[in-house]
């Protein structure tokens, strides 16, 4: 078992894509426009060097990266969005295939624990996470479960190629690490936050994160102790939706603390290969006291098979002429 974000347990459960150069990136601009957002691009300065984050997670330094014009979903990828997709094309997810995922303790029932605590299914290391025989995104608490009333809450349970197949069939792709920091950002310059320097401004939640003590306890001040709608809470001044907390998103680069320090800063797409690919955003189970990656300069990765309860992702589209 090999851990994957801070809060998140990720493994290689079929070793396929691993360790070599996997899907190459292409630029893919034929999938509807609806419900996106059009993002100019040009020069942004990427990453932090405030001495909160995580040294080995590689978020300095500061430098100033250039895109080209892009559109991104103003929402996460919201579990009707993908029932649709699953209608369409009988995709099966990785989840499905291998038959269980990972669900948060404190969104299982007392029974549910009981029996899983018997069978001893927590994760070592991350005793919050349980493995979860029939979990997947149709039934994020395990098989008794389903999406009913979170139609419009981030699909989740989803891998990175489960994501890359829903973008097959959009006409869409997987944001770049750079076009994900240049969208949180929402023009603002430095700061640490997708709205600013305060993490609750004035007292007001901007983001669906983890209140209480992590992770015995959540109080769900900012209303939510799981997922929140797409649409929750404020966009950010591009009209983007939910890019702190909530999920955390997959995007298409292989990880690397590294690279990017002397990789190229012309519309970078990262590493060549790798094992893991990253992760961004934060989400729901994101706390000051073990993970504040919720943080907009904030990075962390898994494996590209694997899935949880808190990873789902969305999706951009390159611009035409007629755009």
Same mark, same amino acid.
């Given at each position: 078992?090999?851990? *994957?974000?801070?809060?998140? +347990?990720?493994?290689? !459960?079929?070793?396929?894509?691993? *360790?070599?150069?996997g /899907? =190459?990136?292409a630029?893919?601009?034929?999938?509807s426009?609806?419900?996106?957002?059009r993002?100019?691009?040009?020069?942004?300065?990427?990453?932090?060097?405030?001495?909160?984050?995580? +040294?080995d997670? #590689?978020e300095?330094?500061? !430098?100033?990266?250039?895109?080209?014009?892009?559109?991104m979903?103003?929402?996460?990828?919201?579990n009707?969005?993908?029932?649709?997709?699953?209608?369409?094309?009988?995709? /099966?997810?990785?989840?499905?295939?291998?038959?269980?995922?990972?669900?948060?303790?404190?969104?299982?029932?007392?029974? /549910?624990? !009981?029996?899983?605590? &018997?069978?001893?299914?927590?994760?070592?290391?991350?005793?919050?996470?349980?493995?979860?025989?029939?979990?997947?995104?149709?039934? +994020? @608490? *395990?098989?008794?479960?389903?999406?009913?009333?979170?139609?419009?809450? +981030?699909?989740?349970?989803v891998?990175?190629?489960?994501a890359? %197949?829903?973008?097959?069939?959009?006409?869409k792709?997987?944001?770049t690490e750079?076009?994900?920091?240049?969208?949180?950002?929402?023009?603002?310059?430095g700061?640490?936050? %997708?709205? *600013?320097?305060e993490?609750?401004?004035?007292?007001?939640? &901007?983001?669906?994160i983890f209140?209480g003590?992590?992770?015995?306890?959540?109080?769900?001040?900012?209303?939510?102790? #799981?997922?929140?709608?797409?649409?929750?809470?404020? =966009?950010n001044?591009?009209?983007?939706?939910? &890019?702190?907390?909530?999920?955390?998103?997959?995007? @298409?680069?292989?990880?690397?603390?590294?690279?990017?320090?002397?990789?190229?800063?012309?519309?970078?797409i $990262?590493?060549?290969? $790798?094992?893991?690919?990253?992760?961004? $955003?934060?989400?729901?189970?994101?706390?000051?006291?073990?993970?504040?990656?919720?943080?907009?300069?904030?990075?962390?990765?898994?494996? =590209?098979?694997?899935?949880?309860g808190?990873? #789902?992702?969305?999706?951009?589209?390159?611009?035409k002429s007629?755009?």
């Amino acid at each position: 078992m090999g851990q *994957g974000s801070c809060c998140t +347990p990720g493994e290689k !459960r079929c070793g396929c894509e691993d *360790g070599h150069q996997g /899907q =190459p990136f292409a630029r893919i601009s034929t999938g509807s426009t609806d419900h996106m957002v059009r993002l100019e691009g040009g020069a942004f300065l990427m990453g932090t060097e405030d001495g909160i984050g995580y +040294p080995d997670d #590689g978020e300095g330094p500061i !430098r100033e990266v250039t895109l080209d014009p892009f559109l991104m979903d103003q929402y996460a990828v919201s579990n009707a969005d993908f029932a649709t997709f699953i209608e369409a094309t009988g995709h /099966q997810t990785d989840a499905q295939k291998f038959g269980y995922s990972y669900v948060f303790h404190l969104l299982l029932s007392p029974s /549910q624990k !009981r029996t899983l605590d &018997m069978l001893g299914r927590t994760v070592m290391g991350l005793e919050w996470w349980y493995h979860v025989e029939g979990a997947d995104w149709a039934h +994020p @608490f *395990g098989p008794e479960s389903d999406i009913t009333g979170l139609e419009n809450h +981030p699909a989740t349970h989803v891998s990175y190629r489960d994501a890359l %197949a829903y973008c097959a069939w959009a006409g869409k792709r997987l944001p770049t690490e750079a076009e994900v920091e240049y969208a949180a950002r929402g023009g603002l310059v430095g700061k640490r936050h %997708a709205w *600013g320097d305060e993490l609750m401004p004035g007292g007001k939640h &901007m983001c669906n994160i983890f209140q209480g003590k992590f992770p015995e306890y959540n109080s769900g001040e900012d209303g939510f102790v #799981g997922t929140a709608p797409v649409d929750a809470y404020e =966009p950010n001044n591009y009209g983007l939706y939910n &890019m702190a907390g909530n999920v955390w998103e997959w995007v @298409f680069d292989w990880w690397s603390p590294d690279f990017h320090i002397t990789g190229p800063r012309n519309n970078p797409i $990262g590493p060549d290969s $790798g094992e893991r690919r990253v992760n961004r $955003g934060g989400s729901y189970l994101c706390h000051d006291s073990y993970c504040n990656r919720y943080r907009v300069a904030a990075r962390t990765s898994n494996t =590209p098979d694997s899935s949880t309860g808190n990873l #789902g992702f969305r999706c951009v589209r390159d611009v035409k002429s007629d755009d």
